[in-house]
């Protein structure tokens, strides 16, 4: 119990002296740790910009969706004031209706109350993929395979080659970790990297 209260003291005594001014400069200018955090922020970046286009591309296809609300709301509030104007013209009330105008005037009735479907129209899936489908198609339709490769692979090639070379750098700089090393290291109470 007492060895383990002074190796507890010890540990404290060690770290305290990791937090000093000077073990925080070395710590800061440690190639190793520099390196990890430059690409922590490059990884950030990247993972960043691919968000941001997500987060845009899903605001332009739900401005579309939008669009394409009000484009058939339009028409089919025109609709449904031809078919009353057809439905008051020709006398379609119940009582006054001609038996010859019967199906042409049930299908202008029906037509004329269309008017409240639209507002589970913005909520339709068929909409929405229709939407997502046309702007998918109007990306790929300008665009060539061969553009399309280029891109990917600079792409794909910036995020490999960045980790690659810290990654490499790190292992360049302190090359294979030596077992005396880690000993030491975890002996005072901190974690190897």
């Known amino acids: 119990m007492h060895g383990q209260l002074v190796t507890d003291q010890r540990r404290r005594a060690d770290n305290s002296d990791a937090s000093s001014p000077k073990e925080l400069k070395r710590y800061w200018s440690d190639p190793k740790i520099l390196a990890a955090y430059i690409q922590l922020f490059v ?17 332009l296809v739900r401005r579309d969706v939008e669009w394409k609300v009000e484009n058939k709301a339009v ?8 078919c009353r104007a057809n439905y008051e013209a020709n006398r379609c009330e119940p ?6 105008l019967e199906a042409q005037c049930v299908e ?10 639209l507002r589970d129209l913005q909520h339709s899936t068929v ?3 229709e939407t997502l489908a046309e702007i ?5 339709k300008p665009i060539s395979v061969k553009s399309l490769i280029i891109l990917s692979t600079f792409t794909f090639g910036v995020i490999i080659v960045s980790n690659v070379a810290f990654g490499s750098y790190r292992v360049h700089y302190y090359g294979t ?15 190897p990297f």
Request: contains cysteine.
């Open 136 to 140: 998918i198609n109007g990306f790929f």
């Open 108 to 117: 202008w009735a029906h037509c004329m109350s269309k008017s409240h479907e």
């Open 177 to 191: 970790p030596n077992r005396a090393q880690d000993v030491d290291v975890t002996s005072k109470g901190l974690r």
């Open 95 to 100: 009582e006054e209706r001609a038996p010859a």
């Open 43 to 59: 990884n950030t970046v990247i993972i960043s910009g691919l968000l941001y286009l997500c987060v845009r591309f899903l605001r």
């Open 75 to 82: 028409l089919v509030a025109k609709a449904a004031h031809q």
């Open 127 to 129: 909409l929405w993929a």
